[in-house]
């Protein structure tokens, strides 16, 4: 029994169990009363990771051990693939991020760079975007409460601290700042550039 997640709504709590032989992802009334419902999470068998539920407690996305993000809808209960990273590395996390309404799913991927970036997966559209240009490396995106902006963290000194083969990239200091992305093209920016002119007759 692992990884428990409660959901958003407080009636239900996931986690994945390997009760059956296999891990498949069970979720429960939070009273723990009645029969857990059982989603088998397809063939070959995996390991998973961090169920994370929507905000509407109705999908839950997860990743397994081959680096792959899925999502499933609960009441269907049919894995949807989303997207696999291109490299493998000790630092397995699932730093998705589901949008407000559901319909968008926010996670980093590396690039053939080594470097990560921002995209974006319509669940509708059934395709991923990528939001940022792939010059620094973008971690742990979340969306604001609108949707319509994306908060994420980057870092362009990142380079020398990439690899984790070797000692080479022991003691090199990697800074981040906090970046937004607007998501839509008549969404002003929250950091929009203004003048400094002084104004006439102000002192």
Do not use: C
Not at 52 to 69: E, G, N
Not at 95 to 122: I, M
Not at 135 to 162: C, E, M, Y
């Amino acid at each position: 029994e692992r990884d428990p997640a409660w959901s958003p709504d407080g009636q239900r709590i996931a986690w994945f169990s390997d009760a059956s032989g296999e891990y498949a992802l069970h979720i429960s009334d939070q009273s723990g009363v009645g029969t857990p419902k059982i989603i088998n999470l397809g063939t070959p068998p995996s390991y998973f990771y961090a169920p994370r539920w929507s905000p509407d407690s109705s999908k839950i996305a997860y990743i397994d051990k081959h680096m792959t993000l899925w999502y499933v809808d609960v009441a269907a209960g049919t894995p949807v693939r989303v997207d696999a990273d291109r490299f493998e590395t000790p630092y397995l996390v699932n730093d998705s991020s589901w949008s407000p309404d559901g319909k968008w799913l926010a996670y980093t991927k590396y690039l053939p760079s080594a470097l990560r970036a921002v995209f974006v997966h319509s669940l509708d559209q059934k395709r991923s975007y990528q939001v940022t240009d792939g010059l620094s490396d973008a971690r742990s995106p979340v969306f604001d409460a609108s949707g319509k902006l994306l908060f994420f963290t980057a870092s362009t000194n990142v380079g020398p601290a990439s690899s984790w083969l070797d000692m080479s990239g022991i003691n090199r200091p990697v800074t981040r700042s906090v970046y937004v992305a607007v998501l839509a093209k008549d969404t002003p920016s929250p950091l929009a550039p203004e003048s400094d002119e002084e104004k006439p007759g102000v002192i």
